[in-house]
């Protein structure tokens, strides 16, 4: 997996699916800025707006897929009042596993906040055993793809 700090940009060509979040006072810590473990929390809101979106979600019973893999670099701190703009593609799609990488900024002015990247596994729950990707999740993803993604998969 490629590490999270190289994904301070959209890369080139790519249509990332963007959502914004308003920084919550419960997201703030005791240095009055928002807690690291709240960026996770982010993407997650960005990635279950994307799934409802896209009709890939029709409840939480039929999520399958489980994440396997979250890390985050920090540049700067968002604090009360900020929206943060999150902005999400796909820089990798496995047979049973894809990436999402994320870049999450100021919507007002484009302060830069975390980049981050996260693996999700495609998963039985019933069975507890890994699948592949979910034909139904491919033209979600693939609409947010980047352009070497796009390349790789078969016509």
Known sequence: MAEAREETVVPEGTAPFTTDVEVRFADVDGMRHVNNAKYLTYTEVCRTRFLAAHKALKDLDDMPFILARAEIDFRGAATMGDTVRVEMWVPRIGDK??????????????RLFAVARTVQ???????????????????????????????????
């Open 97 to 110: 596993s894809w990436d999402f990488a994320y870049r999450m900024s100021d919507a007002k002015d484009g």
């Open 121 to 155: 596994v495609g998963y039985d729950y019933a069975d507890e055993t890994t699948i592949p990707v979910p034909e139904r999740y491919l033209p979600g993803l693939l609409a947010i793809a980047t352009p070497e993604v796009l390349r790789s998969r078969p016509a």
